[in-house]
């Protein structure tokens, strides 16, 4: 099987920045996508984020131009740089990744969440 744990949320102000990791392990023999949602009290959880394995990243209208979403491929693990915070991006993030198994098999795994929270 395959853990994703995420790092990096807390509480900063409005304008600040944080960076969010989240680290894959388990029996992984390739992963393809990776993927940062996001879920505030009483909405659906909402793509923020894609990236390709071989780096190309697509944004939500919402963050582009203030998020970066990379990858380091060698250590299966995906970052979520995200600067001039607004109050209207606090929420629980998730990553997410498409895994190709040693099995051969493919699945979509989900990290357990972190806690971003932007003060105004």
């Known amino acids: 099987q395959v853990q994703l744990v995420e790092s990096g949320g807390g509480l900063v102000q409005a304008g600040g920045s944080l960076r969010l990791s989240c680290a894959a392990s388990g029996s992984i023999f390739r992963i393809n996508a990776m993927r940062w949602y996001r879920q505030a009290p009483g909405n659906q959880r909402e793509l923020v984020a894609v990236i390709a394995r071989d780096g190309t990243a697509t944004y939500a209208d919402s963050v582009k131009g203030r998020f970066t979403i990379s990858r380091d491929n060698a250590k299966n693990t995906v970052y979520l740089q995200m600067n001039s915070l607004k109050p209207e991006d606090t929420a629980v993030y998730y990553c997410?990744?498409?895994?190709?198994?040693?099995?051969?098999?493919?699945?979509?795994?989900w990290g357990q969440g972190t806690q971003v929270t932007v003060s105004s």
């Open positions: 997410n990744a498409d895994v190709l198994l040693l099995t051969w098999s493919v699945d979509t795994y």
